[in-house]
Every structure is written in C-alpha cells, then in structure tokens.
C-alpha cells in the first residue's frame, strides 16, 4: 500500500479529525531530523483546547483520559510529519512509537494508553501504520503533561 498525502487527509476528515499546528520547540532542539531514510520526530505532547493535557495516570487521571492524550500526540506527531516532508506522499511507513506515560507507581495500563496513538496511525496509514512501540511509565513529564510521545518514520 502506497501512502499518499490525499489518503491521509481524507482519513484524516472521515475519523472528524483535524490537524493541529505543528508545535515550535520549547528548549534547544529541532521537532524533526531525516537522516538515512528515517525521519526521527522529537517527543510530542497531548494539546486540547490550546493546553497541555496534564496529570497523572493512576492518580488523578484515568484510562481513557490517557488514551485521549496519547491521540492527542499522535495528532501532533502526524502534523510534525506533514510539516517536515511537505505532506505525506514520502511517508513510508510508521516504524516505532516511544511512548512516556506519567503515571502513579501503581498504573500499569500504559500499553492500554499508547494505544490511543497506535490505533490512530494505523488508521491514518492502514497497514504501514502498525509499528513496534515502547509503552513506560515515568514519574514526571515536561510541563505537567500526561503522555509524551515520539516516533521513527521511514521515508522515500
């Protein structure tokens, strides 16, 4: 299956998903790298509404509040996609997710909230979407979020 930048967006509007603006860098480092036919997307967080979706899994948040999140990153890691390759023709296929879940000692549904990226990419790329993943949980993330997420996409 060939990834086509129209596929993406159309799949895009039939799940009533939009594209949010690719997010600047907030400290000393670049949102995306291509090098050796990967494109190596720096970690994402979860915006709704204009804020970062904060918490902790396990503690004050629940699962699907997590889930909701890691979709939320997802988002953004697909528009630092269409924004580093010029839309989503070169789009190979989603190779690997990491994914950070800041949640209590306690939680351990972190593969059940990396899901809310990883079911997202496979809907927006079918097959090259299903990648290999990294699901942990950590004690903090940047700036209170609840997920952080970042990616290797293969190119063209």
Same mark, same amino acid.
């Not at 299956?1 to 086509?4: E, G, L, Y």
């Not at 503690?59 to 939320?72: H, M, P």
């Not at 593969?111 to 990396?114: L, M, S, T």
């Not at 079918?126 to 990648?131: A, D, I, K, Q």
């Given at each position: 299956?060939?990834?086509?930048d129209?596929?993406?967006r159309? %799949?895009?509007?039939?799940?009533g @998903?939009?594209?949010?603006e690719?997010a600047?860098p907030?400290a &000393?480092y670049?949102?995306?790298?291509?090098a $050796?036919g @990967?494109?190596?997307?720096?970690g994402?967080l979860?915006?709704k509404d204009?804020?970062?979706?904060? $918490?902790? @899994?396990g503690?004050?948040?629940? @699962?699907?509040?997590?889930?909701?999140?890691?979709?939320?990153c997802?988002?953004?890691?697909?528009?630092?996609?269409? %924004?580093?390759l010029?839309?989503?023709?070169?789009?190979?296929?989603?190779v %690997?997710l990491?994914?950070f879940?800041?949640?209590?000692?306690?939680?351990?549904?972190q593969?059940?909230?990396?899901n809310?990226?990883?079911?997202l990419?496979?809907k927006l790329?079918?097959?090259?979407?299903?990648?290999?993943?990294a &699901?942990v949980?950590v &004690?903090?993330?940047p700036?209170?979020a609840?997920?952080?997420?970042?990616?290797?996409?293969?190119?063209?």
């Open positions: 299956m060939t990834i086509t129209a596929g993406v159309a %799949k895009l509007a039939e799940h @998903l939009t594209l949010p690719a600047a907030v &000393a670049v949102p995306a790298v291509e $050796g @990967l494109l190596h997307i720096s994402q979860p915006f204009g804020a970062v979706m904060t $918490g902790r @899994l503690e004050d948040r629940d @699962l699907a509040y997590g889930q909701e999140a890691a979709e939320r997802g988002l953004m890691l697909v528009a630092q996609i269409a %924004k580093a010029g839309g989503f023709d070169r789009v190979e296929r989603i %690997k990491g994914v879940v800041n949640s209590d000692p306690a939680f351990t549904d593969p059940q909230v990396a809310g990226a990883s079911e990419m496979e790329f079918g097959e090259p979407g299903r990648h290999a993943r &699901a949980g &004690a903090v993330l700036r209170g609840a997920v952080e997420i970042d990616a290797i996409v293969a190119v063209r």
